[in-house]
């Protein structure tokens, strides 16, 4: 049997390749000159993370990311001591790394994150910016490169965990959306390699499925397995097999919507 043809790892570009669909880019440098914190919700696979590579790069920041879990404690951002040989030593954590060297702290997912992590995060989000270290009796005062990032998809949370409105109103927000067609296309056709009216096909797609978000999914396709489905067909593989493997099964697990989805993929692709 032929092996299959394995694509080249996308390249290392710097900064990492993100085309701007709504004025994104401006604000987010705006939130940087001005000290403030960003906030970014949106449905998963949207550009969310690479949006984020892409600003520290621009901006010449480096960038420590966080994904938040609901084990996540304050000292986990803030740092700890451990035990080396005998001795206790102070070992920072990426917050604390992150306002010490003026660079980008991106929480992902920050919903996720314990209650007693908000407590940190304010005096770190409000004009004191400051990061109090209760266990070393620091207090840092974040330099004006420092800038903290959070992210969250509004879809799958449920009310328990959504931040407190004294935690959201210390951020600027951002909505991230799926992007136009034509501009998605671009982006899966630049990511994987494959022609651009090919893309579009399987963009059109991905927005049919979308329709059915609330409906019969969750979540509907993201940019990130249109980008999947493009890739395994630039590399070979037969395009409905890709369609299947990429934009069908990992949307459910349910074989009635499954068919459906499979009769969306056949009407949309005629
Ligand atoms: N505007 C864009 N420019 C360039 N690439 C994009 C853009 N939007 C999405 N992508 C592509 O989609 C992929 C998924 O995006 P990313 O990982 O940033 O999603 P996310 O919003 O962080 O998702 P999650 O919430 O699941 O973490 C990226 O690896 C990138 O290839
Ligand atoms: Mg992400």
């Given at each position: 049997?032929?092996?299959?043809?394995?694509?080249?790892?996308?390249?290392?570009?710097?900064?990492?390749?993100?085309?701007?669909?709504?004025?994104?880019?401006?604000?987010?440098?705006?939130a940087f000159r001005?000290r403030m914190?960003?906030?970014?919700?949106?449905p998963?696979?949207c550009g969310k993370?690479?949006f984020?590579?892409?600003?520290?790069?621009?901006l010449g920041?480096?960038?420590?990311?966080v994904?938040?879990?609901?084990d996540?404690?304050?000292?986990?951002?803030t740092?700890?001591y451990?035990?080396?040989?005998?001795?206790t030593?102070?070992a920072?954590?990426p917050?604390?790394?992150?306002?010490r060297?003026?660079?980008i702290?991106?929480?992902?997912e920050?919903v996720e994150a314990r209650k007693?992590?908000?407590?940190v995060?304010?005096?770190?989000?409000?004009?004191?910016?400051?990061?109090?270290?209760?266990?070393t009796?620091?207090?840092l005062?974040?330099?004006?490169?420092?800038m903290?990032v959070v992210?969250?998809n509004p879809g799958?949370?449920?009310?328990?965990?959504?931040?407190?409105?004294?935690?959201?109103?210390?951020?600027?927000?951002?909505?991230?959306?799926?992007?136009?067609p034509?501009?998605?296309?671009?982006?899966?056709?630049r990511?994987s390699?494959?022609?651009?009216?090919?893309?579009?096909?399987l963009?059109?797609?991905a927005?049919?499925l979308?329709?059915?978000?609330?409906k019969?999914l969750d979540?509907?396709?993201?940019t990130?397995?249109?980008?999947?489905?493009?890739?395994?067909?630039?590399?070979?593989?037969?395009?409905?097999?890709?369609?299947?493997?990429a934009?069908?099964?990992?949307?459910?697990?349910?074989?009635d919507?499954?068919?459906?989805?499979?009769?969306?993929?056949?009407i949309?692709?005629?």
């Amino acid at each position: 049997m032929a092996r299959p043809s394995i694509l080249p790892a996308p390249g290392a570009d710097d900064p990492p390749f993100y085309r701007e669909t709504a004025g994104e880019c401006e604000l987010f440098e705006r939130a940087f000159r001005n000290r403030m914190p960003l906030l970014i919700k949106g449905p998963t696979g949207c550009g969310k993370t690479r949006f984020v590579a892409h600003m520290a790069a621009r901006l010449g920041r480096p960038l420590y990311t966080v994904a938040c879990h609901d084990d996540l404690t304050a000292a986990d951002l803030t740092g700890r001591y451990l035990l080396k040989g005998g001795d206790t030593v102070w070992a920072d954590g990426p917050l604390t790394r992150a306002v010490r060297d003026g660079a980008i702290c991106y929480l992902d997912e920050v919903v996720e994150a314990r209650k007693d992590v908000t407590v940190v995060l304010h005096p770190v989000t409000d004009d004191r910016r400051t990061l109090p270290l209760e266990r070393t009796g620091e207090i840092l005062h974040a330099p004006p490169e420092f800038m903290l990032v959070v992210s969250y998809n509004p879809g799958y949370q449920n009310v328990l965990k959504s931040l407190k409105p004294s935690t959201r109103q210390r951020f600027l927000a951002l909505e991230f959306s799926f992007p136009q067609p034509e501009v998605e296309a671009a982006i899966v056709a630049r990511e994987s390699g494959l022609a651009q009216e090919r893309c579009a096909a399987l963009v059109r797609l991905a927005n049919a499925l979308r329709e059915l978000k609330g409906k019969d999914l969750d979540e509907g396709a993201s940019t990130r397995l249109v980008i999947y489905c493009a890739s395994l067909i630039k590399a070979g593989m037969r395009p409905a097999d890709a369609v299947v493997a990429a934009l069908i099964e990992p949307l459910t697990d349910d074989p009635d919507v499954r068919q459906g989805l499979l009769r969306v993929a056949d009407i949309a692709l005629g």
